[in-house]
């Protein structure tokens, strides 16, 4: 798929559909689990723009695309109390898995269309199938467990005090470790999160990507 406006728009669309309901389903996972911080902060919500960040959510994947690298990004973290949500780090855990499994699930759905209804080429093949990129992206960068990323949460329900330590101290400074741990690990990551794409694309559309 070259980048054209259709497959700008099909990003930018796929994004705003993918990270809200991202997000969403961490709130209410936590609600679920007994936490009413992001319902009381306004992020038990399916409105996308209380959950977006212009950078990580809209510019870098679309930079990223631009560059021919997978569109990964991320949104607005859902704030919870880990304290307060049943079953304590495994309930923590819960509640960070749940997104990004929401667009594995995404992703599945929208591949499973594909498969089934034989789409190969076209505007459908563009669309639907840069829905899928971008939620399989999201998917997987989104599991590295480095804090302030979902991933993290699994991490801490069975790491060592220690280890569980060193996470905190990295979280407290949220988007700027984030963003130092891009700058430093990019051309490491970006490769790798674009082959765990491609062989996810291929398990679930069951044909060759097509870029």
Request: charged share 10%; aromatic share 10%; hydrophobic share 55%.
């Amino acid at each position: 798929m070259s980048i054209n406006i259709l497959v700008l728009v099909s990003i930018l669309v796929s994004i705003l559909l993918s990270m809200t309901v991202h997000e969403a389903m961490h709130a209410y996972v936590a609600y679920w689990l007994g936490d009413d911080t992001a319902k009381l902060l306004g992020r038990l919500s399916l409105n996308p723009f209380v959950h977006i960040d212009l950078f990580t959510t809209i510019l870098m994947p679309i930079l990223l695309a631009i560059a021919g690298l997978p569109p990964f990004g991320a949104a607005k973290p859902v704030p919870f109390n880990p304290y307060k949500v049943r079953y304590g780090e495994y309930g923590a855990a819960l509640v960070g898995v749940s997104g990004p499994m929401t667009n594995l699930l995404l992703a599945m759905f929208a591949g499973g269309v594909m498969r089934l209804l034989q789409i190969t080429s076209g505007t459908s093949y563009t669309i639907i199938g840069t829905f899928v990129i971008v939620n399989l992206s999201f998917f997987v960068f989104n599991m590295i467990p480095y804090p302030p990323l979902d991933g993290s949460r699994l991490l801490y329900a069975f790491a060592p005090d220690g280890l569980r330590k060193v996470m905190r101290m990295i979280e407290q400074a949220g988007l700027i470790s984030l963003l130092l741990f891009m700058l430093v690990a990019f051309s490491f990551i970006a490769p790798v999160i674009g082959k765990a794409v491609v062989v996810l694309w291929n398990l679930i559309v069951g044909q060759p990507l097509v870029i």
